[in-house]
């Protein structure tokens, strides 16, 4: 049987305003880069509909469909 020696751990301190500061950055930079992300998405569709000639897994594209109606608020 072993025998461990008991003491104290130290607690790690967590720091929500920092959590929430690096939350919000990550936030604003997201958004920052929305309207070229969705422009990308959009040439990656239109290329795609036009015959890329390329096979790729299948959803792909519905998937990129599906982000483009819901950033631009179409049902």
Excluded: C, H
Excluded at 14 to 32: C, F, G, P, S, V
Excluded at 52 to 74: C, D, H, L, M, N
Aim: net charge positive.
């Amino acid at each position: 049987m072993t025998t461990f020696e008991t003491g104290t751990v130290p607690a790690k301190r967590i720091d929500y305003q920092a959590a929430a500061q690096d939350r919000n950055r990550r936030r604003r930079k997201l958004r920052d880069a929305a309207p070229d992300l969705l422009a990308a998405l959009i040439e990656l569709d239109a290329w795609a509909i036009y015959g890329s000639g390329t096979e790729y897994p299948q959803g792909t594209f519905e998937a990129v469909r599906e982000a483009i109606t819901k950033a631009i608020g179409a049902a």
